[in-house]
């Protein structure tokens, strides 16, 4: 069988919890290096010394994705560690859902610099070593919410598709460079996300549904490894996927 994840190296933002913490787990035992990158240090940690107790290699480095410089920072230190990036996973993501009449302005922005801005400051450090390289993978988390309009939704909506935009420039951009670029668009997966609603009956009514329907995130971490694993001559566009029972 054909093995294109090996030896990879693979920056992982947002792998604390959840979708990118389950892509690591994966990828990590398929023979990658995972970087693993998110604001929580003791859980990034805490998966970083569990993967390297189990033979597999990883590393932690804290950054928080909505500041530009953390961001390069951690790419280029992978660089100055490894000599090369092989993918980024710009998966780190917030979705504090509220009608926009409720002008929550605060979670607005904070959905603008995590889920938007933070996509494009992985691919702002990562992009001038993979030019260089003449080879990469970006991988930019999107969702089915980056494909329809969902209730309470609107800003969450808005950076989802953004998201979908900028990987379709980048991905006709990017091709002098053989630099592969994929959009994975999850539905309902069960992880943290939904912690951070601060409408308690918003959270009650998705965490219901949520219970019903959401499929584990190893759904998730397959569709990566997926994508990654496909010949260098071979790019996964974009991989939209949802639990059966989803509209
Ligand atoms: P989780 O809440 O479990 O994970 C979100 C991750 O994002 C955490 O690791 C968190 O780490 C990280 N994160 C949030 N803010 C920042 C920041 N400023 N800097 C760095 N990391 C940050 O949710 P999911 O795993 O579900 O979310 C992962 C991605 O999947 C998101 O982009 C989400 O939109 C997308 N998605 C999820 C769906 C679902 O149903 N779960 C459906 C469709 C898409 P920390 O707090 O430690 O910084």
Request: some cysteine; proline content about 5%; glycine content about 6%.
């Amino acid at each position: 069988m054909m093995d294109n994840v090996k030896d990879k190296i693979i920056v992982i933002t947002g792998a604390s919890s959840g979708n990118g913490e389950a892509a690591a787990r994966h990828l990590a035992e398929r023979g990658a290096v995972v970087v693993l990158a998110a604001r929580r240090e003791d859980r990034i940690n805490a998966l970083r010394d569990e993967l390297i107790a189990a033979g597999y290699r990883a590393q932690a480095l804290p950054t928080d994705v909505a500041d530009k410089v953390q961001v390069r920072q951690t790419v280029d230190a992978v660089v100055e560690e490894y000599g090369r990036i092989d993918v980024i996973i710009n998966n780190a993501g917030v979705m504090p859902l509220a009608p926009l009449e409720q002008l929550k302005t605060d979670e607005w922005d904070h959905m603008i610099d995590v889920n938007l801005k933070g996509t494009l400051y992985g691919i702002a450090a990562a992009l001038p070593h993979m030019q260089r390289q003449k080879s990469g993978h970006i991988i930019n988390v999107s969702s089915v919410y980056g494909h329809k309009m969902g209730p309470d939704a609107t800003v969450y909506c808005a950076t989802k598709f953004a998201v979908r935009a900028l990987s379709e420039g980048l991905r006709q951009e990017v091709k002098p460079y053989n630099i592969r670029t994929t959009i994975i668009s999850p539905g309902l997966v069960a992880t943290e996300l939904l912690d951070h609603i601060s409408d308690t009956t918003i959270q009650a009514q998705t965490r219901e549904f949520a219970t019903q329907v959401a499929i584990p995130p190893d759904s998730f971490a397959r569709m990566v490894a997926f994508a990654i694993n496909e010949p260098e001559n071979v790019d996964v566009n974009e991989i939209l996927f949802r639990p059966t029972a989803q509209p």
